[in-house]
T-cell receptor, first 116, second 109 residues
Framework: DTGVSQDPRHKITKRGQNVTFRCDPI?????LYWYRQTLGQGPEFLTY????????KSRLLSDRFSAERPKGSFSTLEIQRTEQGDSAMYLC??????????????FGPGTRLTVL | GQSLEQPSEVTAVEGAIVQINCTYQ??????LSWYQQHDGGAPTFLSY????GLEETGRFSSFLSRSDSYGYLLLQELQMKDSASYFC??????????FGKGTRLHILP
């Protein structure tokens, strides 16, 4: 499978715990994006990387959220001191800047986080 | 700021044609994309318009009017498998993409 993969697919945690998600993009893609999606809403932009550089972070993202892409390949998204409001689907997408027109993004299956 | 407006739900009959509209307000507009998402699935790319006019891809077409900050997705010969949510998304500065809230398409047999 050469698509975007995410791990884990599901995560249940207790409020106050830290969680970390991983995303492996399509190998030749230099752009990697993180989104959050709640029921009935569109994907909400969180942050994105070009190679290992984090280019932008949403103002909606609190200091409890941090993302890394240390070698320009896979990325991790960490949420510290989780809150019930963090419960959502966390989607990762990758794209090839300068490749497909429209910066077509290829999405992974997502990690569904439930905070109890 | 950036905002996109699209209807929350649309219902159509199998075999018919349906149009899903999208209006947007954004700075640094570079293009309008459409994505499809089935329940429990990931969004998948359908089309992209950077210039005014109609782009056709099989049963799906997408239109853009930059002067009106408006676009639409046209689905023809509707099939039951087209039941899904459809998102318009604006490509802005630095290739960041902002999604609308989505239109849930219900198809009746």
């Amino acid at each position: 499978d050469t698509g975007v993969s995410q791990d884990p697919r599901h995560k249940i945690t207790k409020r106050g715990q830290n969680v970390t998600f991983r995303c492996d993009p399509i190998s030749e893609h230099n752009r990697l994006y993180w989104y959050r999606q709640t029921l009935g809403q569109g994907p909400e932009f969180l942050t994105y990387f070009q190679n290992e550089a984090q280019l932008e972070k949403s103002r909606l993202l609190s200091d409890r959220f941090s993302a890394e892409r240390p070698k320009g390949s896979f990325s991790t998204l960490e949420i510290q001191r989780t809150e019930q409001g963090d419960s959502a689907m966390y989607l990762c997408a990758s794209s090839d800047r300068g490749g497909a027109p429209g910066n077509e993004q290829f999405f992974g299956p997502g990690t569904r986080l439930t905070v109890l | 700021g950036q905002s996109l407006e699209q209807p929350s739900e649309v219902t159509a009959v199998e075999g018919a044609i349906v149009q899903i509209n999208c209006t947007y307000q954004t700075s640094g507009f570079y293009g309008l994309s459409w994505y499809q998402q089935h329940d429990g699935g990931a969004p998948t790319f359908l089309s992209y318009n950077a210039l005014d006019g109609l782009e056709e891809t099989g049963r799906f077409s997408s239109f853009l009017s930059r002067s009106d900050s408006y676009g639409y997705l046209l689905l023809q010969e509707l099939q039951m498998k087209d039941s899904a949510s459809y998102f318009c998304a604006v490509r802005g500065r630095d290739d960041k993409i902002i999604f609308g809230k989505g239109t849930r398409l219900h198809i009746l047999p």
